[in-house]
């Protein structure tokens, strides 16, 4: 082993039935490296990170840490041999305090007052800050990740494994990760970092490691070659461009008025007086910093909370006053940000996940009796239209991968042929290949006449889709203005709150 590495792996195999997810892997991370692990969803890279951190044992193979064998029983062991690791899907109790959360994933934590003042600190010195006592529960989902950010970081790891941590963080909250990520580097802790987000890779990863069917089909300089170009290593073909032709904006389909609404929870945002209006054929996207009224706003869409009376209308229908299966059933549909626990309950099948939304839509329970073939051929519809790898429909939700079960979710969605469909984050954590297919379904259901609206944190995507943009802050949506001409500078100030003159004064 090379005195400058922190990590080897030598011929690491796993095989789970049907599938061989890590085969014959070898490959190195250097002291103070920021070393990419990049494959599309399915490649193995999660079962890679996990034998690592001692959540798998492998089947073949051998690892080393600092120049010491590593074959870690489990995440403590791993800990303890200096090894952390960043989820995608948070590992938190909603119930408890960021406190008390990050105390549990701390094999000797100090002293509550002293963990609290530690992860203050802590967290505005990485420019996250966290209030430890605030419950995770009311946490925006870029909040919960900051909470496990900071969680590993106390650790103070050797190698540090990253899956996805800036898929809910702004670009200046990415930013300011990066340059966290830059000082530890710099002292020697090593990263392996795992990101769908390619240019991230390129401005900021030394060396990566690309994975695809298991094996590992690469090693390079990442900066060295083109998103696109990392992109077809990636899947094995060239990317294909995503199509924006054949929408007509026609007639007006969702129409919101004035919606207010009092925060849901102490820290939750509340909604004030928010307008708009979606057409037949066109894709309105809403972009807005983490905790600015996102899910709020999905939910009230959604109707899982109630709106007041006149304030949300369906083709003229006010369903303002209905719940979620009423406005599904009149076409209202919808996909929330957190797909593992809201999108979808994780010890369920993929076809019983599929019938929760379905069953009014697709007919799957006519007089209160279940049709378990149709639910089962209406998941392996979604499943084979949306390439969702997995063994077939009655796999647990929570053994997908988090680009899988985006796949499907979204799919399991635009399947149900809605009038209008409302997805919050449609693409976190997804590879590029799984992002582009998922960006046009959306654009080909918009298309067919539906009315889209697209909420996300990814400026790209937002322009990608977008006919019309809208900001939330604190609660408030801005006018829509055409995406068209629109820069990024102009989407800046209107997601800080520049949605009267200031933001007339720019397009000026």
Not at 62 to 75: D, E, I, K, N, Y
Not at 141 to 160: D, F
Not at 480 to 486: F, I, K, S
Request: with cysteine.
């Amino acid at each position: 082993m090379s005195d400058n590495a922190i990590f080897r792996a030598e011929g690491l195999s796993k095989t789970y039935p049907g599938v061989k997810a890590n085969d014959d892997i070898s490959f190195t991370v250097k002291a103070g490296d920021i070393h990419a692990l990049l494959g599309e969803n399915g490649a193995g890279k999660s079962t890679l990170v996990k034998t690592i951190y001692g959540l798998v044992r492998p089947d073949e193979g051998r690892m080393w840490v600092a120049g010491q064998p590593h074959a870690p029983t489990s995440p403590s062991a791993a800990r303890a041999a200096g090894v952390g690791m960043v989820f995608q899907h948070f590992s938190l109790f909603d119930a408890m305090t960021v406190a008390e959360n990050i105390a549990l994933g701390l094999d000797n934590p100090p002293p509550r007052r002293e963990l609290s003042a530690r992860i203050a600190t802590l967290s505005e010195e990485y420019g996250l800050p966290l209030k430890p006592n605030r419950r995770i529960a009311d946490l925006s989902a870029g909040e919960r990740q900051r909470v496990e950010i900071i969680r590993a970081l106390l650790g103070n790891p050797r190698l540090l494994i990253m899956d996805e941590p800036t898929s809910v963080l702004t670009p200046q909250e990415a930013e300011i990760l990066f340059a966290t990520l830059g000082k530890l580097a710099a002292q020697g802790t090593s990263i392996l970092y795992i990101s769908h987000k390619l240019e991230e890779i390129r401005a900021h990863c030394d060396r990566a490691t690309i994975l695809r069917g298991g094996r590992v089909i690469d090693d390079l300089d990442p900066r060295a070659h083109s998103a696109r170009a990392l992109a077809a290593l990636m899947v094995g073909t060239e990317m294909r461009l995503v199509d924006r032709s054949g929408r007509k904006p026609g007639a007006t389909l969702l129409e919101v008025r004035n919606l207010s609404l009092a925060p849901q929870s102490v820290e939750g945002t509340a909604l004030k007086s928010v307008s708009l209006q979606v057409r037949a054929g066109e894709v309105l996207v809403i972009g807005g910093v983490a905790g600015n009224g996102q899910e709020e706003l999905l939910s009230a869409l959604s109707g899982e909370i109630a709106s007041p009376p006149g304030t949300v209308f369906l083709e003229g229908l006010d369903l303002s006053r209905q719940g979620p299966q009423p406005r599904r059933a009149a076409g209202l549909l919808s996909a929330p940000e957190d797909r593992l626990g809201h999108a979808a309950v994780p010890g369920f099948s993929l076809t019983d996940n599929a019938l929760l939304t379905a069953v009014v839509r697709k007919d799957l329970a006519p007089g209160g009796m279940i049709r378990h073939r149709a639910a089962r051929d209406f998941t392996r519809q979604v499943i084979a239209q949306f390439d969702v790898r997995t063994p077939g429909p009655e796999t647990a939700a929570s053994a997908l991968s988090g680009g899988n079960l985006q796949k499907f979710v979204i799919g399991r969605e635009v399947l149900q042929a809605p009038r209008v469909l409302v997805v919050n984050q449609p693409t976190w954590g997804v590879d590029a290949g799984a992002a582009a297919a998922i960006r046009q379904a959306l654009l080909n259901l918009a298309a067919a006449g539906a009315g889209v609206i697209v909420i996300s944190q990814d400026l790209d995507e937002l322009l990608e889709l977008g006919d019309r943009f809208s900001a939330l802050n604190e609660g408030r949506l801005s006018a829509p203005r055409d995406t068209e001409g629109l820069t990024l500078d102009e989407i800046g100030l209107l997601l800080g709150g520049a949605h009267g003159m200031e933001a007339a004064h720019v397009a000026a």
